[in-house]
DNA sequence: CCAGACGTTGTT
DNA sequence: GTCTGG
DNA sequence: CCAGACGTTGTT
DNA sequence: GTCTGG
């Protein structure tokens, strides 16, 4: 699954622009170690003039027809690829409402038996990984393929919100969990973001687990646990952060 | 027809 | 909004 | 996802 | 154990 995430593009945006083909105002670069459900998060999704556009929804999916009592909670932070075509929830929004949400890498807990013994590993794109192909490798983000949604308080402004869509892991992930972030490689992002395709069985179709070798993981500070803990430059020393142990390898 | 639900995850 | 259950 | 809270009464 | 908040 993926309930907790990084997003840590380079301070120019230049290239993240290029990247996604961003129109409009540059997206928000600002590096988030620890991003959690309800937060805002950067998103690109293609607007009424047909432009892909960067912007900032919460992350936890507040369907269009929610009551306010009920929007109030942290909405769906994922959906399953395997049933979004079917899904009363997700069936309209996987149709017209497709968004990328982009990330660096996201954690997963490996569980011993104490709260003590939830060890977080960081899951990020390879050395030449397919998902950064294109020469984007260096940018430090890919796009987790999302949904969203649009709703209206009885009184006061728009709330924009999304959801990760998971689906099965792949070997690297598999020994934590299994679900995984949909990880949308470069030549799939077209395709995702086209407001004209609304074919449910093409739009699935690139709903994959990341390719084997495309992804590489190292544990890291428990610091992550905690939402309040957004960093090195929060409470983490970056040394922490990135201390090393277990080797997951394939 | 109307009313009511609509989700994922992990754990046992 | 859209589907399921009654 | 993890962390942290989880309640009522009467009295000061 | 289970819910809420982030």
Known sequence: MCGR?????TADPTELIEQFSIHGDPPDVTPRYNVAPTDPVTVVHT????????????????????????????????????????????????????CLVLASGFYEW????????RMPYYFSP????????????????????????????PDGDRIDSCTIITT?????????????PVMLAPDAIELWLDREM????????????????????????????????DGPGSQAPAEEWNQGGLDLGP
């Open 5 to 9: 995430y990084a997003y840590l593009p």
């Open 47 to 98: 607007n009424r003039e047909l432009q892909q556009t960067a912007a900032v929804f919460r992350w936890g999916l507040i369907p269009s027809w929610s009551k306010p009592e009920a929007a109030r909670r942290s909405g769906h932070i994922n959906a399953r690829a395997e049933t979004l075509a079917e899904k009363p929830a997700f069936r309209r929004l996987l149709l017209k409402r497709r």
């Open 110 to 117: 490996q569980h011993g038996s104490s709260r003590r013994e």
């Open 126 to 153: 390879a050395a030449d990984s397919p998902l950064t192909a294109g020469g984007y490798a260096g940018t430090g983000v890919v796009a987790f393929a999302g949904l969203y949604d649009r709703w209206y308080p």
């Open 168 to 180: 099965s892991p792949n070997g690297l992930v598999a020994p934590l969990h299994d679900r995984m």
């Open 198 to 229: 609304a074919d449910p069985m093409l739009l699935t179709s690139v709903l994959a687990p990341a390719a084997e070798g495309a992804l590489t993981t190292r544990r890291v500070s428990q610091a992550v646990n905690s939402v309040a803990n």
